[in-house]
């Protein structure tokens, strides 16, 4: 096999154009599945009646289907049913001319939502009763023990998994061409497509992720070493 | 300044506090001693809500509560008037020393950011870590994060402190620098609840002794009489198992 070069070096900027809509993807889902994902997570973590068994039904429904799957049925169905609620409300609004990336956020955030409030659950159980405890008997309220004491330090214990939910999260946005999206894959595919040199296309991409993972993954070790100075200290140890 | 009456609690069908009522004073320390499971933990966690009684009144500061309440706002009014030293510190991890001892006057009280920095710095400078401000729990020795534990309190400026068995989990060439503090406290007039097994701390710095067993007080007075001449059988084997000397050649 010979391989097209001049084609590479075409189709990469290109392709590199729609990084933003893989950024974007993962961006987007982040901020919808990480609120969700702590709330589950609080849901199960504190056992709230009625509510935390629906949580984990959801979480093993999810978790038990595989992402192409749900995506392939949020992608056929949601647009039936909420057509039909539109239409029952008496608007006039046409689901069909929504723009798919809404879907495909949809889609993204329903398992992303699972691992997360997996990852914080954990992170969760970290941090002692007795913290939580000192902080009400200095007066301050729960949600601000929670906020100021408990969840930092949850979400440190939860970091290091955090990292790879996001890491998986901006694979998984390949699966967005599914939904009509194009994201930098799905450009990929057509760009390929068009002239027949699909593995040039590919090697491209493949280039792409492994470039925007590994920035990433540095990020996401900044933050972490940045989060979690409490646990070395500045001083070096001196704990007796 | 503070008044306990008749309080009860169990968990399932175990009955910890079977009517427990007892006065404090202003600038009183009280010992609360007692065997392991006597309730006395119990009792100080019901005061301060950690447990709620199944039974049982306070009076606090010229504050009436019922300590069944489950109210959050009755809880918190209760603990802006009290602060608690754990067992097991209980720091906050995230926190360096200063802001462990800032976050109640800061959050709780929205004291100025500059004004709680001062109290606190004041605050860690009397339990002798002036010096170690901007370092973590992880880097303090067991005593030192005791020692910041009494500040955290002491910064809110509560009406009392409830002490529960402050010096229990530290190495015992730590309990000394502990319980120094609690006594320059003392001296100075602070209203304190000290559950502890230090019978020579009780002895010599409480002001009245409480002797609990089985989820009731089975004796309270002034240390010397409590030491000396215990009027419960039960008490005088508790103590004559403290008290002896402990020069054991092993």
């Known amino acids: ?240 | 300044m503070l008044s306990v009456r008749d309080v009860h609690k169990s968990f399932g069908d175990n009955h910890v506090l079977k009517g427990v009522s007892f006065d404090v004073g202003e600038g009183d320390v009280v010992a609360v001693l007692g065997a392991s499971g006597s309730g006395k933990t119990t009792l100080l966690r019901c005061l301060e809500f950690f447990e709620h009684a199944d039974e049982g009144e306070m009076e606090l500061d010229g504050m009436s509560v019922d300590l069944t309440t489950h109210s959050a706002k009755i809880t918190r009014q209760i603990r802006q008037k009290t602060a608690f030293v754990f067992q097991n510190y209980n720091l906050f991890n995230n926190k360096t020393a200063l802001e462990n001892v800032m976050l109640g006057l800061t959050v709780a009280r929205k004291t100025d950011k500059e004004k709680a920095r001062e109290i606190a710095t004041a605050a860690l400078a009397k339990v002798g870590l002036a010096e170690r401000l901007d370092y973590y729990p992880c880097e303090l020795s067991g005593g030192q994060q005791q020692r910041v534990g009494i500040a955290r309190a002491l910064a809110v400026n509560p009406k009392i402190i409830f002490f529960d068995e402050p010096t229990s989990a530290l190495d015992p060439e730590l309990v000394g620098e502990v319980l120094d503090t609690i006594k320059q406290l003392a001296k100075e007039g602070t209203t304190m609840v000290v559950v502890t097994h230090e019978m020579s701390f009780a002895r010599d710095v409480a002001t009245k002794v409480i002797y609990m067993d089985g989820g009731v007080i089975l004796e309270q007075g002034k240390p010397d009489k409590i030491f000396t001449q215990p009027e419960n059988e039960r008490t005088r084997k508790f103590l004559a198992r403290y008290l002896q000397d402990f020069d054991y050649n092993i």
């Open chain 1, 1 to 240: 096999m010979k391989i097209d070069y001049e084609f590479i070096k075409e189709a990469l900027p290109d392709i590199a154009g729609y990084i933003p809509v893989t950024l974007n993807l993962v961006l987007v889902s982040l901020l919808i599945s990480f609120p969700l994902g702590v709330l589950f997570a609080w849901i199960n973590y504190k056992k709230v009646r009625v509510l935390s068994p629906v949580v984990k039904a959801y979480m093993s429904l999810i978790r038990g289907t595989p992402v192409v799957l749900q995506i392939y049925i949020i992608y056929n169905i949601t647009p039936y049913i909420l057509a039909s609620i539109l239409e029952k409300m008496g608007s006039d609004v046409n689901v069909y001319r929504l723009n798919t990336i809404w879907y495909a956020y949809f889609a993204l955030s329903l398992s992303t939502t699972v691992t997360i409030a997996e990852a914080m659950r954990a992170g969760l159980e970290t941090v002692n009763n007795g913290q939580f405890e000192a902080g009400l008997s200095i007066g301050l309220s729960a949600p601000q023990t929670l906020w100021h004491i408990v969840f930092p330090q949850a979400l440190t214990a939860a970091m290091p998994v955090l990292g790879n939910v996001a890491v998986e999260l901006t694979k998984a946005t390949s699966l967005a061409f599914i939904m009509a999206v194009t994201e930098i894959t799905g450009r990929a595919k057509v760009l390929g497509g068009g002239v027949l040199r699909y593995f040039e296309a590919y090697i491209c991409v493949f280039i792409l992720y492994i470039v925007i993972i590994a920035i990433m993954e540095q990020l996401f070790k900044l933050v972490e070493k940045r989060i979690s100075i409490y646990r070395v200290g500045r001083h070096g140890s001196v704990r007796i």
